[in-house]
């Protein structure tokens, strides 16, 4: 899946959590966290994979359950220390949001799960994937079929769902913008 489909994804989940769980809206800095957690497999495994051949895919170190089952215990621990454990449960739906999402659909419709083995990387080997010359040829070799099509729909669908959420999280990425704005001029 793409950032934006991860990105998606990850807010419809939390949304409806924060609705049934907190009662309201999701917050600003919950839904940064959720955001980076929705991305942070594929920040760390693509440039080590793709730019740098410190990973043998893609889909490995930050894509098992492994690192899950160590990193999100931690990053909960964390935000308890600050009295903010709503951060480290929207960073865990971001993340666990990631790795159910990279299943591809052909594994869920056919039952053949062979493709779902960087899960549990490095004990498994993940499965085959056309090499990629870095994150930019990547994302140049992008096209739209329906998966990238459905997607697209969920992102309008998130972007409509967080607008009437108020836009949590828009007011912290304003101030900062006008503030390097500031600080350029």
């Known amino acids: 899946m793409w950032p934006w489909g991860h990105l998606a994804v990850a807010y419809l989940l939390y949304t409806v959590y924060s609705h049934r769980h907190n009662g309201h809206s999701p917050q600003a800095v919950p839904v940064m966290a959720l955001a980076i957690g929705s991305q942070f497999p594929d920040l760390i495994d693509k440039p080590f994979a793709w730019t740098f051949g410190v990973l043998p895919g893609g889909r490995t170190l930050t894509h098992s ?9 931690a990053v909960y621990s964390l935000t308890l220390r600050v009295n903010r454990p709503d951060i480290g449960t929207a960073f865990a739906i971001g993340h666990a949001s990631h790795l159910l999402t990279d299943v591809p659909p052909s594994a869920i419709l056919s039952g053949d799960f062979s493709a779902t083995t960087f899960l549990f990387w490095p004990v498994l080997e993940p499965p085959a994937y056309e090499p990629v010359d870095g994150i930019l040829a990547g994302f140049l070799r992008y096209s739209m079929g329906l998966y990238e099509w459905t997607q697209l729909g969920l992102v309008v669908v998130a972007l ?14 304003r101030c900062e913008l006008e503030r390097t704005v500031r600080w350029i001029n």
């Open 65 to 73: 359950v492994f690192v899950a089952a160590l990193l999100l215990p």
């Open 160 to 173: 409509i769902i967080w607008y009437r959420d108020n836009m949590p999280g828009l007011g912290y990425v």
